[in-house]
């Protein structure tokens, strides 16, 4: 009966290396995309929280500069001395010219100034909040369901690459927008596409590939790292379940600021 424990022809004893280190490389692609898609997935809520806090904020940050500058002006004039000259001249300096305003505007000003809701921004009325581009929860499955099919680091030629390489832009420029109709027909063209060869590498590819995905991923943490170092990665970081209430939070502190400034200025021009 001895002969009865022997290892089956085929099974782990039989196995060829190159059959490990396939699937080494394997769960190295597979560990690759999942990180790339927290990566971008991270860069897109950094970019439009960004966006939001420009919207939002920027016109109180504006006028914060501007008070700035007039106290310090008004200052300048009731004491005459040469250090609050060169003081009201800094803070002057620092004021943002109107191109930067408009920037930080974007889609509040129109061709006859302020719109409505950026002039409300600056006062105690209720203002329109700007358009969420955030991506939903729906938009984000789908997002991440095309990024681990069509993912390019799945590729096993150039060719291939490049194919999914332009997918995965349309797919990213789609995920960008929040725009959940494309992101479904983006799915069901891959979905109807040529089904990539699949073909089982030689050693040397399969370590070589290795080492590509380690170089990779080394690439994106220096791109995770900066997006999380960033200013707005930071505070997006502080409340990641409810960025809006952050920013809410953060207009009231500019606008009790705005209100000491003002009061400031007012006493002095008495």
Same mark, same amino acid.
């Given at each position: 009966?001895?002969?009865?424990?022997?290892e089956?022809a085929?099974g782990?004893?039989?196995?060829r290396?190159?059959?490990?280190l396939?699937?080494?490389? /394997?769960?190295?692609?597979?560990?690759?995309i999942?990180?790339?898609?927290a990566?971008?997935?991270?860069?897109?809520?950094v970019e439009?929280?960004?966006?939001l806090?420009?919207?939002?904020?920027?016109p109180m940050y504006?006028?914060?500069?501007?008070?700035?500058a007039q106290?310090a002006e008004?200052?300048?004039?009731?004491?005459?001395?040469?250090?609050?000259?060169r003081r009201?001249?800094?803070?002057?300096?620092?004021?943002?010219?109107?191109?930067?305003?408009?920037?930080?505007f974007?889609?509040?000003v129109?061709?006859?100034g302020?719109?409505?809701?950026?002039?409300a921004?600056?006062?105690? /009325?209720p @203002?329109?909040?700007?358009?969420? @581009?955030?991506p939903?929860?729906? @938009?984000r499955?789908?997002?991440?369901d095309l990024?681990?099919?069509?993912?390019?680091?799945?590729?096993?030629?150039e060719d291939e /690459?490049?194919?999914?390489?332009?997918?995965?832009?349309?797919?990213?420029?789609?995920?960008?927008?929040?725009?959940?109709?494309?992101?479904?027909?983006?799915?069901a063209?891959?979905?109807?596409?040529?089904?990539p060869?699949?073909?089982l590498?030689?050693?040397e590819?399969?370590?070589?590939?290795?080492e590509w995905l380690?170089?990779?991923?080394?690439?994106l943490?220096?791109?995770a790292?900066?997006?999380?170092e960033?200013?707005?990665?930071?505070?997006?970081?502080?409340?990641?379940?409810d960025?809006?209430?952050?920013?809410?939070?953060?207009?009231?502190?500019?606008?009790?600021q705005?209100?000491e400034?003002?009061?400031?200025?007012a006493?002095?021009v008495?």
């Amino acid at each position: 009966m001895a002969g009865g424990s022997a290892e089956p022809a085929g099974g782990s004893e039989g196995e060829r290396p190159e059959a490990r280190l396939d699937q080494a490389v /394997r769960v190295a692609e597979q560990a690759l995309i999942e990180f790339e898609i927290a990566v971008e997935t991270f860069r897109v809520e950094v970019e439009n929280f960004s966006r939001l806090h420009h919207q939002k904020l920027g016109p109180m940050y504006a006028r914060l500069d501007e008070l700035d500058a007039q106290i310090a002006e008004a200052r300048a004039a009731r004491t005459g001395d040469p250090e609050d000259v060169r003081r009201a001249q800094e803070a002057r300096a620092a004021v943002m010219p109107m191109p930067g305003v408009e920037e930080l505007f974007h889609e509040w000003v129109d061709s006859d100034g302020l719109s409505a809701e950026a002039a409300a921004m600056l006062t105690d /009325r209720p @203002v329109q909040p700007p358009k969420r @581009v955030r991506p939903s929860d729906e @938009v984000r499955k789908l997002y991440r369901d095309l990024a681990r099919q069509a993912h390019p680091d799945l590729a096993r030629d150039e060719d291939e /690459r490049k194919r999914r390489e332009e997918f995965i832009t349309r797919v990213n420029a789609a995920y960008a927008r929040g725009d959940e109709a494309l992101l479904r027909e983006l799915s069901a063209e891959w979905a109807a596409g040529p089904v990539p060869e699949v073909r089982l590498s030689e050693g040397e590819e399969l370590y070589a590939r290795l080492e590509w995905l380690a170089q990779r991923k080394e690439m994106l943490s220096l791109v995770a790292r900066d997006l999380e170092e960033s200013a707005i990665g930071a505070m997006l970081r502080m409340a990641p379940d409810d960025p809006d209430r952050l920013l809410e939070e953060i207009a009231e502190q500019l606008l009790a600021q705005v209100a000491e400034r003002e009061a400031e200025l007012a006493a002095l021009v008495r």
